[in-house]
């Protein structure tokens, strides 16, 4: 583990207690030239001053609950700028546990420019008593390589940068950690992906049972199975209803830790986190799942009454995922697999399989972008 330490984030937090008292009396006075001194401050202290000094948080406002306990871990969220009430945000968040205020904290601490301190608050939610989500550690890994760079040792941060860039599923995450590429080369090209995920959180599964699950490593191959079960709703609610009862079957009936897939894409194109990507999958019978990104498209796609074909956002969709997962991981149309490539079964139906089929042929001709695929994006 790289060293750290908090002495400069505590002499800057001094600081900004110093500087809150100086405007509290200013303001409470109504002394003349109040204005002029919080101007000059706030340009002193960017990003740290709230000319406000009366507490009055927005109502609805990210954050503004006590503790933080409105907060999610999303981009949306925990990179918001805090200006300016960044350190009523600090305050607020000083003795909240939980991985997205821990989050939040180390994101405004950056901001205040602290970043021994946000070193800290990423160190909690990495190495704290529970295991991180691998979107938890996404953020915190990108906030620790924030961090050393302000400290001008970017190169202690490349390791966090890397693996951030990993597991990062948030579309405004990625934006931002190819922003400031790692200097070491990339053996493929970059990831210029539109895909949009669905974070885990959206669709409020079960805890994962973390015993009975083991590491997926780096992904070599990608497989496509149909749920099997007939479904043409293109509403958000009905898709998270489904996935809940997928997870439900495949947890208590089948004994697996999570939901077996890591990918689900529902009728409308939307790309839902299953499980966990740093998590093997249960898709493809034993050691067929090692190193095997598993992704099940909603619907029974057979012939006759029961059946159905996907639809067409469901296949853009599926495209632009297998495409990312090939450049993000580096394989190549040799990695596309469907169910029954491991085992007879009708999976992933008749009527899907000939789409896969036309991918990796697509993939094989060096045709990895489709056009509609964007409007797979949710
Ligand atoms: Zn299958």
Redesign the pocket.
């Known amino acids: 583990m790289a060293g750290y330490n908090s002495r400069g984030g505590a002499a800057v937090g001094r600081r900004t207690v110093l500087v809150r008292q100086l405007l509290t009396t200013l303001s409470s006075r109504r002394l003349p030239g109040a204005a002029l001194a919080l101007a000059g401050v706030s340009l002193l202290f960017p990003g740290c001053v709230n000319p406000n000094v009366m507490r009055s948080p927005q109502p609805g406002a990210q954050g503004s609950q006590p503790g933080g306990s409105n907060l999610t871990v999303s981009a949306s969220c925990l990179l918001a700028p805090g200006k300016p009430t960044a350190d009523y945000e600090l305050e607020d968040l000083e003795h909240a546990s939980s991985s997205a205020a821990l989050l939040r904290r180390a994101f405004l601490l950056l901001e205040c420019r602290r970043p021994d301190a946000a070193l800290d608050a990423a160190a909690q939610v990495l190495y704290g008593p529970a295991a991180p989500s691998a979107n938890e550690e996404a953020f915190a890994r990108f906030a620790r390589a924030e961090a050393y760079a302000m400290l001008g040792h970017p190169e202690r941060g490349e390791y966090d940068r890397d693996v951030a860039r990993h597991l990062a599923l948030d579309v405004e995450l990625q934006r931002r950690l190819d922003v400031h590429p790692v200097a070491e080369p990339q053996p493929a090209g970059p990831v210029a992906s539109t895909l949009q995920i669905q974070s885990r959180a959206r669709w409020r599964p079960m805890a994962p049972r973390r015993s009975n699950l083991e590491p997926l490593g780096t992904p070599r191959r990608i497989?496509i199975?149909?749920s099997?079960l007939y479904f043409r709703d293109t509403r958000v609610a009905t898709s998270i209803a489904q996935l809940q009862v997928i997870q439900r079957d495949h947890m208590q009936n089948r004994d697996y830790g999570d939901i077996g897939y890591h990918f689900l894409i529902d009728p409308a194109g939307r790309v839902w986190e299953g499980r966990e990507l740093k998590y093997q999958g249960a898709?493809?019978s034993g050691a067929n799942n090692v190193q095997n990104i598993g992704v099940?498209l909603l619907g029974n796609f057979v012939r006759g009454s029961a059946g159905q074909g996907p639809t067409p956002q469901q296949v853009a969709a599926m495209r632009e995922l297998v495409t990312t997962m090939m450049q993000r991981y580096h394989f190549g149309p040799e990695g596309l697999h469907v169910?029954n490539d491991f085992k007879a079964?009708e999976?992933?139906g008749p009527l899907l399989e000939p789409v896969v089929a036309d991918l990796a042929r697509d993939l094989r001709r060096g045709i990895t972008r489709t056009a509609g695929a964007t409007a797979a994006g949710y």
Do not use: D, R
């Open positions: 497989t199975h149909h099997a898709h493809a099940c169910h079964t999976c992933p």
